[in-house]
């Protein structure tokens, strides 16, 4: 075993081996991909606007085009990360679509009385994650575990719904099951977004509906958050991220 001059391990204690690692700009570490550098660098901004969000907090009672922009913003920002560092695509494309959808059906969500334009906005931002997510692999055995837990919410929704809203909000909730349903059929974190995007409509649908929550608008919005960024970063699974 080759030993320094004070009879220690050379491969061990030598600092000029640390040095050499040192001097070529490393810090004994492995370098980080540049394309994890940039995922990093154009994911920061979503990072901000949501810290923003939620030390702000804007009051539920005090609707404004201030608070709709600062709940955007962080969705507006993954849109941009996707245009940023995804593979060009139809894929990416598609999600990006259904971000911008989100991000109006944000803004509707901020007035009571525009509720059921919100509803609608994000139903077509699931439509676009269903055209993403495709039919293959097909796996029917994951729709029949997601039918019966639509079944039941559904069911117990419809006792206390006015009967105006039964229909948007069976259609709505069809839609989404449909998106959760080929989320889990992709898989990654598409499948882990789909849910999360199902919980907080949940938790939203019956805070709303049902009985108030305790921090329900909390729950809400860190999983709705959440789940926007599992089902952008999906896009990044595939080889070839933009260099620009």
């Not at 913003?73 to 959808?101: K, M, N, T």
């Not at 926007?228 to 896009?235: E, K, N, P, R």
Request: aromatic residues 12%; contains cysteine.
């Amino acid at each position: 075993m080759d030993t320094d001059k004070d009879g220690l391990p050379g491969p061990l204690f030598s600092m000029q081996g640390w040095g050499t690692q040192l001097s070529a700009g490393g810090s004994g570490l492995p370098p980080c991909p540049p394309e994890h550098l940039q995922v990093r660098r154009w994911l920061s901004p979503f990072l901000l606007t949501c810290s923003i969000y939620f030390l702000l907090w804007i009051p539920e009672d005090q609707p404004s085009w201030l608070g709709a922009l600062i709940k955007c913003l962080p969705v507006l920002c993954l849109a941009v990360f996707l245009w940023a560092v995804s593979p060009v695509g139809s894929y990416a494309h598609l999600l990006q679509v259904a971000l911008l959808c989100s991000a109006l059906g944000d803004t509707f969500l901020i007035w009571h009385e525009t509720f059921l334009y919100g509803m609608a906005a994000f139903a077509v931002a699931h439509l676009f994650y269903l055209a993403a997510f495709g039919v293959s692999p097909l796996r029917p055995g994951l729709l029949l575990a997601v039918v019966p837990v639509f079944v039941v919410f559904s069911g117990v929704l419809l006792l206390h719904l006015e009967e105006d809203m039964v229909l948007p909000v069976v259609a709505y909730g069809l839609i989404l099951s449909a998106m959760v349903w080929r989320g889990l059929a992709r898989g990654g974190s598409a499948g882990w977004g789909a849910v999360l995007f199902a919980l907080s409509d949940g938790v939203l649908a019956w805070d709303n509906f049902v009985q108030p929550l305790s921090n329900a608008r909390l729950l809400t919005m860190a999983t709705y958050y959440a789940a926007q960024t599992l089902i952008a970063l999906s896009a990044l699974k595939n080889p070839g991220l933009k260099t620009n």
